[in-house]
């Protein structure tokens, strides 16, 4: 068996200096942006974009799938990878699905 937490720790080190030295990055800029008369109202956040929304309703589905292919796996007499994977991808298909139809209707708008 693979020992993760090591695995972990290094990516959660990495992460958090990833993290500061981004904001870092991101305030200098913001800083010059001001100095030089931008307009600050760029800075606002919008709306969640059609990419958050597609990542969302995907991570729903596959949420869906497992907790299905668990009921699945417990009630018929399917093994444990065809149960978990068929509805995974079944669920995630169609929460794939169900975004691009929410991203036309948002285009249309």
């Not at 020992?3 to 080190?13: A, C, D, K, Q």
């Not at 991808?89 to 929460?95: C, P």
Request: aromatic share 12%; glycine share 8%; no cysteine.
């Amino acid at each position: 068996m693979i020992e993760f937490t090591p695995i972990f720790v290094l990516l959660i080190i990495f992460g958090f200096i990833y993290g500061i030295v981004n904001l870092a990055i991101r305030k200098k800029e913001r800083m010059a942006m001001l100095d030089k008369g931008v307009d600050p109202a760029i800075f606002n956040i919008e709306k969640p974009s059609i990419t958050t929304i597609r990542y969302g309703l995907l991570l729903i589905g596959v949420a869906i799938g497992i907790l299905l292919g668990n009921i699945l796996e417990a009630t018929t007499a399917l093994d444990e990878e065809v149960s978990y994977f068929s509805m995974i991808f079944l669920w995630g298909g169609m929460a794939l699905v169900i975004s691009h139809f929410v991203e036309k209707y948002q285009r249309s708008k």
